[in-house]
């Protein structure tokens, strides 16, 4: 199995923006993850998931113990993941991205071998991708490994999205494309947010720089002000102090 980290070397070209992209319930319509476990997995799954939820265990923790309750052959697992649809707006999206000259990367507290399986069979196989990664024990058998786990991270994820993207950036803003709670720490330092469901919801809450952005189609509408923003220097994206200042919406930021 190829290793799921980063190699990060700049390889695009020196731009405003990092483009972040969330998969599971993003790129992809559903979580894919909860898909293999309440196929494959023993019943326990179900109770360590609610631990997580209940905030007594981290997303690390949680998905080490339940990828080791997964009984599947390789070929059932691989049946199941040819099933999984994307976005159909998303491998147009990479394109007017790539046209602009942005980075688009992946960065998942998912799985690597189901993300590159299904970003494969839709022809965007080259992104680069962070996530956790999966071990093959044989037989039915698998483990999670954690190349991009951060000890100092609050939520105990398996994948640092924090870390990640600003190691990624170099300085560029970071532009967060997602929808749940293993994307909440990065939309606290991203420049902007584009987000739906859950995340949408706490980007109004905690009053980010955010746009709603129920999918792909919509981010294709929402790219071209990001040239206008970059266009404004160093007020591109103001971020609000809640303690003094009110929020500035990006209307104002764009329309100005």
Known sequence: MADSKMSFARSAPANDWLVICDFDGTIAHVDVTDGVLSRFALPQWEAIEADWKAGQIGS??????????????????????????????????????????????????????????????????????????LEFLGGDRYRLEFPEANAKCSAGSGTCKCRVSSRRASGRSRLLIGDGSSDFCLAAEADLVFAKDKLLTRCIEQRLPHRACPDFASALRLLPQLDRLSSRGSDRVARPNPHHSPVISLETLVNG
């Open 60 to 133: 690390r923790e949680c998905m080490a113990r339940q990828v080791d309750l997964v009984r599947a052959p390789r070929e059932a697992l691989d049946a199941y993941l040819d099933t999984v649809e994307i976005d159909p707006d998303f491998p147009a999206f990479v394109a007017d991205c790539r046209a602009r000259g942005l980075e688009v990367v992946v960065i998942s507290d998912g799985i690597d071998y189901s993300i590159k399986r299904i970003l494969q069979r839709h022809g965007v196989e080259d992104l680069p991708l962070a996530s956790n990664r």
